[in-house]
C-alpha cells in the first residue's frame, strides 16, 4: 500500500520560508516521478513542481526561483524548500506520485496523493 505523508506546512509572514517535507512508504522515489500540487480555495490543483526518475525538474511559474524540490533516496522522502513566500501561496500543498518515470504536469497524471498540507501567508 502506497502512503504518501506530508508535513511542515503552518503560518509564515510574506517574505518567510517554508520546507515541506513527503514522506513516502511502499514506493520507491528514486524510479518515479514526484511532484507537488497545491490547491487555493475555489481553484483547481496546480502543479507547483514535477521530477522524473532521472531528475529533469519542471517548475510552475508561481514557482521559478523561489521554490527548490528535493530528493532523499535513502530516506526515500521528498521536500519542497519555499522561500520568498507571497500571500498568493497560501494553499493546501499535496505531495503526489506516479507510476512512471515520466512525468506530466497535470494532476490526472499522478496515482497517489498525500493528505496535504496547509500553507498561509499573511501580508
Known amino acids: 500500500q502506497v502512503q504518501l505523508v506530508e508535513s511542515g506546512g503552518g503560518s509564515v509572514q510574506s517574505g518567510g520560508s517554508l520546507r515541506l517535507s513527503c514522506e513516502v512508504r511502499?514506493?520507491?522515489?528514486?524510479?518515479?516521478?514526484m511532484g507537488w500540487f497545491r490547491e487555493a480555495p475555489g481553484q483547481e490543483r496546480a502543479g507547483v513542481v514535477v521530477?522524473?526518475?532521472?531528475?529533469?525538474?519542471t517548475y510552475g511559474d508561481s514557482a521559478k526561483g523561489r521554490f527548490s524540490f528535493l530528493r532523499d533516496n535513502d530516506k526515500n522522502a521528498v521536500y519542497l524548500e519555499m522561500k520568498a513566500l507571497k500571500p498568493d501561496d497560501t494553499a493546501m500543498y499535496y505531495c503526489?506520485?506516479?507510476?512512471?518515470?515520466?512525468?506530466?504536469?497535470?494532476?490526472?497524471?499522478?496515482?497517489?496523493w498525500g493528505q496535504g498540507t496547509q500553507v498561509s501567508v499573511s501580508s
Open positions: 511502499g514506493y520507491n522515489v528514486r524510479w518515479y516521478c
Open positions: 521530477v522524473d526518475s532521472s531528475g529533469g525538474t
Open positions: 503526489a506520485a506516479a507510476r512512471s518515470s515520466w512525468c506530466d504536469f497535470r494532476a490526472s497524471h499522478f496515482d497517489y
